[in-house]
Structure formats: structure tokens, C-alpha cells
């Protein structure tokens, strides 16, 4: 079956703190993956996807097909990084599947 | 430019009352669209997929129906709500099957009452 998992409903880090929020993912085929992420009151974007190979706003996430992971990771959190990010799984059909959510808060 | 419009933003209905959630795209064409119930501890729900007109893909048995009528306009539905279909709903849309990003709408928070 096709699942993603976020193991952390709630993070919480101090501002300058290294974060990494889980993403583990349950599929046979070659898989491509996703970072959405939602602020409070606007609405759920992209943050980055795997086959980019790119860093956004300082995040970076690596394709684990090993481990069947997709952890997000910055080295030194920032207040404006708190949001709700989801880790998504397309299999190149027509479905995009969700996670059920990490909610990042950045402490000052 | 692409933009997705969802409406109403918010709306309170009784139990057994039927529902219509509107979802609209600009600036593409046939593209396909989702419908998502979004809720605490759940993460993202796909309720709903169409990759063309009159052509809709239930992803989970529910008390919601969704239609296409036109090539960029998704109605999710209901003819008499329940409790339980209380959530945030959102509408989402892409170009290429499953591999390029998902845009979405502002969603409707819908509580059933």
C-alpha cells in the first residue's frame, strides 16, 4: 500500500537550533516526493521536491530509497519558519498522498 | 498566470442539508483536480481526482459526490450532511499526472452543526 508517514505530530526548536522533520514512505515503485508546507492563514505550497535537488529558504531534504525516507532538514531554524509541513508521495499516476502533518514551532 | 479559486470560505450547515463547495481554475487547461478533506492528526484525505470532464475517480466511500461539469470546475457535494463530513476542504490542481507540483485553493471550513 501506498503510505507516508510523519512520525512527529509537534516540533518544537529553539531559533539557531538544527531541524529535521521525518518523512518515511511506503511505496514499490520509483517514487517522487514533496515538501508542502502551510503558514499560518495562507495556503498549502510547494516548499521543495526531490527530482530539484534544490534548497529552499535554507531546506534541504535527501531521497533515502534505502531507508525509504524523505527527512527535511536546515541547519539553523528561523522564527519564520514555524508552519505545518507535510511530506507528499506522487507515483506518477494521477494521486498525490499526504502525510498527516509536522507543525514546526521556532522559539525565539 | 494559474490561480485556483475555492468557495465559500467558510460555511455552517445543519445535519441533513445538502452541500455544494465550489472549485474553479484560471489559466490552464485540462488540468486535474483534487479534492482533499483536511483534518487534525489526519493529515491530507484525497477524496476526489479528475483527470477530464465527467470523469471522477472516488478515492474513499463517503456521503460526498464530486463533479466535473467543465474542463477547470470541480463541485464536491453532498445531498444531506452528516456530523462526521465536518473538516477543512481543499481543492488542488496540476498539469502533469502526478509528478509536478499541486496548487491549491484558500479551502472552505465547513462545520455541520
Known amino acids: 500500500a501506498q503510505r507516508v508517514t510523519q512520525p512527529e505530530k509537534l516540533l518544537s526548536v529553539f531559533k539557531g537550533a538544527p531541524v529535521e522533520l521525518k518523512c518515511n ?13 502551510q503558514y499560518s492563514r495562507q495556503r498549502l505550497q510547494l516548499l521543495l521536491r526531490h527530482i530539484s535537488r534544490e534548497s529552499i529558504k535554507g531546506f534541504t531534504a535527501d531521497l533515502n530509497k534505502g ?26 499516476t494521477y494521486k498525490y498522498i499526504f502525510g498527516t502533518g509536522t507543525r514546526l514551532k521556532v522559539l525565539a | 498566470s494559474q490561480t485556483i479559486h475555492q468557495w465559500p470560505a467558510t460555511l455552517v450547515q445543519p445535519v441533513g442539508s ?4 465550489e ?23 484525497l477524496l476526489f481526482y479528475s483527470v477530464g470532464i465527467g470523469q471522477i475517480s472516488s478515492e474513499v466511500p463517503q456521503n460526498l459526490s464530486a463533479s466535473r461539469p467543465q474542463d477547470r470546475q470541480f ?17 488542488a490542481w496540476s498539469v502533469i499526472p502526478g ?11 465547513l462545520t455541520v452543526v
Open chain 1, 25 to 37: 514512505y511506503s511505496y514499490s515503485g520509483s517514487p517522487e516526493l514533496f515538501w508542502y508546507v
Open chain 2, 23 to 45: 472549485c474553479t481554475v484560471e489559466g490552464t487547461s485540462n488540468p486535474n483536480l483534487y479534492w482533499y478533506r483536511q483534518a487534525a492528526g489526519r493529515g491530507l484525505q
Open chain 2, 75 to 91: 463541485i464536491l457535494s453532498s445531498k444531506k450532511l452528516l456530523l462526521s463530513d465536518s473538516g477543512f476542504y481543499l481543492c
Open chain 2, 99 to 109: 509528478s509536478a507540483e499541486a496548487f491549491f485553493g484558500q479551502g472552505t471550513r
Open chain 1, 67 to 92: 531507508e525509504t525516507s524523505f527527512h527535511l532538514k536546515k541547519p539553523f531554524a528561523q522564527e519564520e519558519d514555524s508552519a505545518m509541513y507535510y511530506c507528499a508521495l506522487s507515483t506518477g
Open chain 2, 18 to 21: 445538502p452541500l455544494s463547495l
